[in-house]
């Protein structure tokens, strides 16, 4: 994939899917700047400390950036057994910030991937619901949003709904701003430190049902490629779409063969 030379930001490298994409942007010549919490254990071009739960700091870690990058990959993200205010704050409404405070900063021709899940599928079912949230324009009236109406069900679910439908309403919007683009990997279920957490918000039988129909679960490796391909040159007319990385699971249920999960 043509990565070599490009400047690129993502969050959650320290771990999980966010290192193994760090780590393939890197190895196929990428500068790598790491935003996450913590220190991630291989050497990025740059580490900056973020908390994606509070816009304040993701301003302050934006002004340590010097300059314009070429990708953003929005990786980072919480299970549903955390509290539903901060899912929601990480996994939506601090991407959103982030990704926007970065319009200006990108390079034309910049790519932008933001990592949902398979666990927001059944976004056309409160899409409306979302149309609303996205009429908010900041972090705080996001909020207030989501305090005013919570969401049936799991957060997190509401929270990758929202992601998704977010990257599929500003494909063109982003094209105008500065010839960028927008597009979002839809992950299963995946070996990482926090599938325990999953297995407790979305029910171990359903994950189980899910690894025994493809034999295994996926792993970070599984997934980064395809966040690296839509980073990459090879990919620049892709926009406003989405790539599931599920190793067949969805397709399985949209054609009937196994049964759509509960909320």
Partial sequence: MDIRGLRCIVTGAASG??????????????EVISFDRNKPTFEAA??????????????????????????????AGIPGTMPAELVFKVNFLGLRHLTEAMFDRMNPGGSIVNVSSTAG????????AI????????????LDWFRAH????????????ATTVYTLGMGGAVRELGDLRINAVLPGPVETPILADF??????????????FLGRHATPADIAPAVVFLASRDSQWINGSTITADGGITGAMYAGIVPAPDD
């Fill in 121 to 128: 599928l059944k976004w056309p079912e409160h899409l409306d």
């Fill in 150 to 161: 919570p969401p049936d069900g799991n957060a997190y679910n509401f929270s990758k709904e």
């Fill in 46 to 75: 740059e580490h900056i400390e973020i908390d994606l739960a509070d816009p304040n700091s993701i301003d302050a870690a934006l002004g340590d950036v010097d300059g314009n990058v070429d990708v953003l990959a929005n990786v």
């Fill in 199 to 212: 297995e407790e918000s979305m029910g171990k039988e359903v994950l189980d049902g899910v690894k025994n």
């Fill in 131 to 142: 149309k609303d949230l996205l009429t908010t324009e900041t972090f705080a009236e996001g």
């Fill in 17 to 30: 899917i966010g290192e193994a994409v760090a780590r393939q942007l890197a190895e196929c010549g990428a």
